[in-house]
């Protein structure tokens, strides 16, 4: 099961009653295909929402027809209202006509931030969809209708409740409110009646971010071991050269303790050379340095 089908199931569990039951069928219906005096019929393949969708269908007064029919990827539902007169009794159920130059959304039918909230998880229900937050933070709600969306985001934008910033966008036909921003994506989820979701979104996050942190460090303590070893390597080969040509001794007093050490132990770090020779890491390094240099200077 997909994110978006779990948060979804997660706000059809939430029971609700009276204005915000009625308030969240608007938000349902008002975003859905069926909103229409014309004929048209929603697919979905979420059992639970096409029993609600139906039922909410009924509870107004008007009848629909459910039809069952089976995918490769799994069931379907199509619900669809075939007869005009019942098309009608949904629409003034919330006083719509089908007639109206433009669908808007109806803030008279919206009483309170109780009812605002169950509108939002209603539209969210019908045309919304949210990225697998493992992957990305995008959450949006489509409609065919330019001016319900601008409404949608208006009423977003101006919740006293939320701190959002919604986006809109167009997309193969079809205008968008959309959230990206993991922080008010769990917000919005949480205002809705999806605390659970909201949840395993930050979650998600945290993961991600624990991932690449420990990928970042990962990536950097491999840079370090490769340019310690390259400067080992390139250091091992100094003071071979060294005693080959003139010996051991020819290096001074200073610098034959640390070019033995060196030699032993090829693999140790500037730090565990210090450590061994109860210096500080510069006096190491700097003793290195003058190792090469003696080495390059044979070479005069």
Do not use: W
């Not at 949006?140 to 969306?149: D, G, M, N, T, V």
Request: with cysteine; glycine share 6%; hydrophobic share 40%.
């Amino acid at each position: 099961m997909t994110f978006s089908a779990s948060l979804k199931n997660e706000l059809l569990r939430a029971e609700c009653f009276g204005e915000q039951r009625q308030a969240e069928s608007y938000g349902m219906l008002l975003f859905s295909r069926l909103f229409s005096l014309r004929q048209n019929a929603v697919t979905t393949e979420n059992r639970l929402f096409a029993q609600e969708l139906s039922g909410r269908i009924g509870e107004l007064g008007a009848l629909c027809e459910v039809r069952f029919s089976l995918r490769r990827k799994g069931e379907a539902f199509h619900i669809s209202i075939p007869f005009e007169g019942e098309r009608e009794k949904l629409l003034s159920a919330f006083g719509y006509s089908g007639r109206e130059l433009s669908l808007r959304i109806r803030p008279q039918l919206l009483k309170n931030a109780a009812s605002q909230r169950a509108f939002l998880r209603g539209a969210f229900l019908s045309a919304g969809s949210v990225s697998d937050p493992s992957r990305d933070y995008h959450l949006e709600i489509a409609s065919a209708h330019r001016a319900l969306i601008s409404d949608l985001a208006s009423l977003l934008l101006q919740n006293p409740e939320l701190d959002l910033s919604p986006g809109q966008s167009s997309r193969a036909g079809k205008s968008v409110v959309y959230l990206k921003d993991s922080e008010k994506i769990s917000d919005f989820l949480t205002f809705i009646g999806a605390p659970q979701s909201a949840m395993e979104l930050m979650q998600a996050k945290m993961l991600k971010e624990v991932r690449n942190y420990v990928n970042r460090k990962s990536n950097f303590e491999t840079a370090n071991i490769d340019k310690t070893v390259k400067a080992a390597v390139e250091q091992n080969l100094a003071i071979e050269k060294v005693i080959e040509k003139k010996g051991i001794d020819y290096f001074p007093p200073s610098l034959r303790e640390i070019a033995a050490l060196r030699l032993r132990n090829p693999e140790m770090s500037l730090r565990e050379l210090s450590e061994e020779l109860s210096l500080s890491r510069s006096g190491v390094n700097h003793r290195l340095k003058k190792i090469l240099e003696i080495a390059e200077d044979l070479d005069d």
